[in-house]
T-cell receptor
Framework: KAGVTQTPRYLIKTRGQQVTLSCSPISGHRSVSWYQQTPGQGLQFLFEYFSETQRNKGNFPGRFSGRQFSNSRSEMNVSTLELGDSALYLC??????????????FGPGTRLTVL | GDSVTQMEGPVTLSEEAFLTINCTYTATGYPSLFWYVQYPGEGLQLLLKATKADDKGSNKGFEATYRKETTSFHLEKGSVQVSDSAVYFCALFWQAGTALIFGKGTTLSVSS
């Protein structure tokens, strides 16, 4: 079974621009979560989507948004980029059965650099 | 709030040495516990997990036991290899929150 895929793998943007990152989950996984990884703050949860609905959101400003499509693929968008948004953005997918969300499996990440 | 605390790194060992990476958590109740590993330039890989007290997770020679009484989930390996050099993350998961809460990570460097 193919793993979680993320595109693009690397991205360079300038301050003030916006960016869209894409994530394709493992086949059959309907929950997609996004995390930001930085040297200073470590791994922080951004948001989680299931069946095209955001179920949970971390403590990030409104510039960070996401969505999920009917095929479970997800995108996250960051508007008005700031230097501090430079990070590795990780996507994870998981299988959901009833009210239970199973183990999260991660993609390789998208490395975003803001200049 | 819920949190995970890992021992500070880096941890430097010689090949075949015994490894312990300490992890303790703070949570109201009994979350699921995980160890993930990150190799340079890659995403996170699931190493092992435990979903209830006294469960032992194991994989590739690594083990960790969910200790409710000490709120700990320490990672151990009897004989490390150079290929084990990576960053190791301890994490907890709540069903209600659907989000992993990670420790800061511990860098392991193994030399031959």
């Amino acid at each position: 079974k193919a793993g979680v895929t993320q595109t693009p793998r690397y991205l360079i943007k300038t301050r003030g621009q916006q960016v869209t990152l894409s994530c394709s989950p493992i086949s059959g996984h309907r929950s997609v979560s996004w995390y930001q990884q930085t040297p200073g703050q470590g791994l922080q949860f951004l948001f989680e989507y299931f069946s095209e609905t955001q179920r949970n959101k971390g403590n990030f400003p409104g510039r960070f948004s996401g969505r999920q499509f009917s095929n479970s693929r997800s995108e996250m968008n960051v508007s008005t980029l700031e230097l501090g948004d430079s990070a590795l953005y990780l996507c994870a997918s998981s299988f959901v059965s009833g009210t239970s969300t199973d183990t999260q499996y991660f993609g390789p990440g998208t490395r975003l650099t803001v200049l | 709030g819920d949190s995970v605390t890992q021992m500070e790194g880096p941890v430097t060992l010689s090949e075949e040495a015994f490894l312990t990476i300490n992890c303790t958590y703070t949570a109201t109740g009994y979350p699921s516990l995980f160890w993930y590993v990150q190799y340079p330039g890659e995403g996170l890989q699931l190493l092992l997990k435990a979903t209830k007290a006294d469960d032992k997770g194991s994989n590739k020679g690594f083990e960790a036991t969910y200790r409710k009484e000490t709120t700990s989930f320490h990672l151990e390996k009897g004989s490390v290899q150079v290929s084990d050099s990576a960053v190791y993350f301890c994490a907890l998961f709540w069903q209600a929150g659907t989000a992993l809460i990670f420790g800061k990570g511990t860098t392991l460097s193994v030399s031959s």
